[in-house]
């Protein structure tokens, strides 16, 4: 249940294009321990390139290829 609210909020910080607030909340799940999850993963990815932010989006995907 906690994996589907995060991907939510996620989605939506990506569809408002809000990098602060989808950066915080990608620290609370990393905290969580909840950031192996695909789901999540894509959600990151999804979210950072909606967002502009080339950097991030290659982070988190080299991460969840390792």
């Known amino acids: 249940m906690k994996t589907l609210t995060f991907v939510g ?5 990506a569809s408002v294009i ?7 909340v ?7 321990g909840l950031e192996s999850e ?5 959600s990151f990815i ?3 390139a909606k967002c502009g932010s080339v ?3 290659w982070r988190v995907f080299n991460k969840m290829r390792s």
């Not at 909020?9 to 910080?13: D, K």
């Not at 695909?38 to 894509?42: L, T």
């Open 26 to 32: 990608h620290h609370h799940i990393v905290r969580s």
């Open 38 to 42: 695909v789901f999540v993963g894509c």
């Open 18 to 24: 809000a990098l602060e607030e989808g950066s915080c």
């Open 46 to 48: 999804d979210m950072y």
């Open 55 to 57: 950097e991030d989006t």
């Open 9 to 13: 909020v996620l989605n939506a910080c």
